[in-house]
């Protein structure tokens, strides 16, 4: 019998050309020229005489999610880690993170100097498991980081609870989660802060950029002291040619502002993505409608979740699949047939290579606190399993018309009934 996969060199199922990430607006040309010829490319050169993108984003993404206050920073790292330190958290301190997520979930923590604690992941929804996080929690804990991933939303009432029995400020990370849903209210809105990555594969996006949503005036401020190097935005009369930020010398900061290139693309963006979201999310029914009766598992969320996000759609494969071929080579052989990339989750962050702050000298404090960081202390079984056992694609495939949905099932069945040829 001859090979019939595409990736074992049978004829490809699928020829299409799918939805490409990212998409601009109408506006956004005209943003960008506008801010060309403005004299002010960021908010750190002198005012102009009109209200900077940076200000017009703030106050559009704050209304965005509910939030009265809004902090534009220049990548999601920099909203997470501004975010802990504007919370209080410092040197040395534990902050639990999931164990399962982008590395930025550790490198954020490490990059002010704590100790990130990798705490493993709800099988369902694949973000932090409450029993775990509570089952993690010493006299060190100043922290709790949480990931909305994939496509869920955790949970929040679990977290939320824990977090105030042990006092402990929650930091949303919504990397993956821009216009979710828990409860009909938008996360980020929950946590003490909630830390967004504008990057560009994310919902919204402008290539690079971040921002911290809160409602405590106190963080905000804080917030803006650490990503403008000490300074904060003035809110009286500012004269053209005088600087927006102010000098207060009340907390140091460094620099991660926003460029107003970035604001102006943001601002065009955010006017799509409810759009583009409930796209997203009418594809990822069907799909998961259809997969569910060939025997694989979608991921779920939580039960308060009433709006999902799909930054990637991940569904975990049958155990008698698995039995046959690994998870690796079942995705590669769907992205065989599909021509779009379909890969595993994340690699879990106590053995993943991108989280080894060994490599790093800034980390070389002394023995005690290289063995508090060491990645490797950790057990994380659900989390190698979901990475074992999940295939997962980008969001912007479930932007195609829902013919292509259709074809995206048929995919996998034809994989899943010729998985013997990827056995051995
Ligand atoms: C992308 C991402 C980040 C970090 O964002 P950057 O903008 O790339 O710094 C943080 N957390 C998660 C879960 C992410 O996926």
Redesign the pocket.
Known sequence: MGNSLAISGGPRLIDREWPRWPQPGDRALKSLEDVLTSGRWTISCAYQGRQSYERQFAEAFAEYCNSPLCVPVA??????AIALEACGVGASDEVVVPGL??V??SS?VLGINAVPVLVDVDPVTYCLDPAAVEAAITDRTRAISV?H?YSAVADLDALLDIAQRYGLPLIE?C??AHGARYNNWPVGAFGTAG?F???G??LLTCG???AVITDDPEIASRAEHLRADGRVLRRDAVDVGEMELMETGRLMGSNACLSEFHAAVLLDQLDLLDQQNSRRGRSAERLSARLAELGLTPQGTSAGTTERAY?RYAVRLPDEVLAIAPADRIARALGAELGFPVMRT?QPLNDNPLNRPSTRRRFAIDREYMARVDPARFDLPVARRIHDSVVSFGHEVLLAPLDAIDDIAEAFAKVLSHVEELAG
């Open positions: 990548t999601g790292t920099a909203a997470l997520s982008w930025a979930s954020a990931v991933a990370d990397a993956h830390a990555s504008m990057q594969s994310k690079e950029g971040g930054y994340h």
